[in-house]
């Protein structure tokens, strides 16, 4: 049974930084890619960044330069580090990986506010 829990949201403000972390189990974490999508309050999912198995990564423009994408296969988790948080980064954060869109675990909240 696949599981992935999101962690390490919470409350900074703007200019702070925060990290993410998405434990997988039930299936080979190494062998996909993963990616973080994230959902503001009252709009739809967008995407953010991803990772594929050799630890490539592409992040949207919105977080370029500000987010890191990480994966530990050692340990089947994924991380983002967020640095230079802004509000409009303040959104409920999903982790996944491809080719599953949907089934979404329970998400980490992150807002951003003074």
């Known amino acids: 049974q696949v599981q992935l829990v999101e962690s390490g949201g919470g409350l900074v403000q703007p200019g702070g930084s925060l990290r993410l972390s998405c434990t997988a189990s039930g299936f080979t974490f190494s062998s996909y890619w993963m990616y973080w999508v994230r959902q503001a309050p009252g709009k739809g999912l967008e995407w953010v960044s991803i990772i594929d198995t050799s630890g490539r990564t592409v992040y949207a423009d919105s977080v370029k330069g500000r987010f890191t994408i990480s994966r530990d296969n050692a340990n089947n988790t994924l991380s983002l580090q967020m640095n230079s948080l802004k509000p409009e980064d303040t959104a409920v954060y999903y982790c996944?990986?491809?080719?599953?869109?949907?089934?979404w675990g329970q998400g980490t909240q992150v807002t951003v506010s003074s």
């Open positions: 996944n990986f491809l080719p599953r869109f949907g089934s």
